[in-house]
């Protein structure tokens, strides 16, 4: 397994666009975090899935933004109607849960630029 | 609720000379904590981890992280810099196993002047 892995590592849009990002965890990991990182910040936490269900959401994820992990493997992070603000490295992680401390695994991160 | 204090937002040291970043968190419930590393334009890699096990953690590339209660910190520390440690450091803190809504400190830029 070569790890988390996120596609595409760069986009860029204009504004008022919808962008998809796709998120390919480690395979037998059952837990799957999507963060967001602006410049000279840390990643803040945006949702997560155990297996297919979405188990939280961030209240900095706005109604423009919705993911799916449809089957419990990949996942995907979409941003309608994008705007300037949207601007941000966008993370994934993923774990294998099975009660008590697991460590998480990063993505390179997919960079979005909105102009 | 979870917190996280980075102290510095940039520290400087010269190559073989001693690094010091700092951390202090906050947390209603015993903490898992972590150090990551982050390269320009690269995901998080973790350094090091604090379970609840032994206070002294000892991590990758010469890291290594001292967990105090009473002072609710952190620190990382590598006797040694070299010029490859250069990069953003981020603290965090879970009051869940497996990355569950982790919650990251602002960043520390460490530069290592030769």
């Known amino acids: 397994d070569t790890g988390v892995s996120q596609d595409p590592r760069h986009k860029i849009t204009k504004r008022g666009q919808n962008v998809t990002f796709r998120c390919d965890p480690i395979?037998?990991?059952?837990?799957l975090y999507w963060y967001r990182q602006t410049l000279g910040q840390g990643p803040e936490f945006l949702t997560y899935?155990?297996?297919?269900?979405?188990?939280?959401k961030s209240r900095l994820l706005s109604d423009r933004f919705s993911a799916e992990r449809p089957k419990g493997s990949f996942s995907t992070l979409e941003i309608q109607r994008t705007e300037q603000g949207d601007s941000a490295m966008y993370l994934c992680?993923?774990?294998?849960?099975?009660?008590?401390?697991?460590?998480?695994?990063f993505g390179q991160g997919t960079r979005l630029t909105v102009v | 609720a979870q917190s996280v204090t980075q102290l510095g937002s940039h520290v400087s040291v010269s190559e073989g000379a001693l690094v010091l970043l700092r951390c202090n968190y906050s947390?209603?419930?015993?903490?898992?904590l972590f150090w990551y590393v982050q390269y320009p334009n690269q995901g998080l890699q973790l350094l090091l981890k604090?379970?609840?096990?032994?206070?002294l953690v000892k991590g990758i590339n010469g890291f290594e992280a001292e967990f105090k209660k009473s002072e609710t910190s952190f620190h990382l520390t590598k006797p040694s810099a070299h010029m490859s440690d250069a990069a953003e450091y981020f603290c965090a803190v879970s009051e869940g196993g497996g990355g569950f809504k982790t919650i990251f400190g602002a960043g520390t830029r460490l530069f290592v002047k030769a």
């Open positions: 395979s037998e990991h059952n837990r």
């Open positions: 604090y379970t609840s096990a032994a206070t």
């Open positions: 992680a993923s774990s294998s849960f099975e009660g008590g401390y697991t460590e998480a695994f």
């Open positions: 947390s209603s419930v015993p903490p898992y």
């Open positions: 899935f155990q297996n297919e269900a979405q188990l939280e």
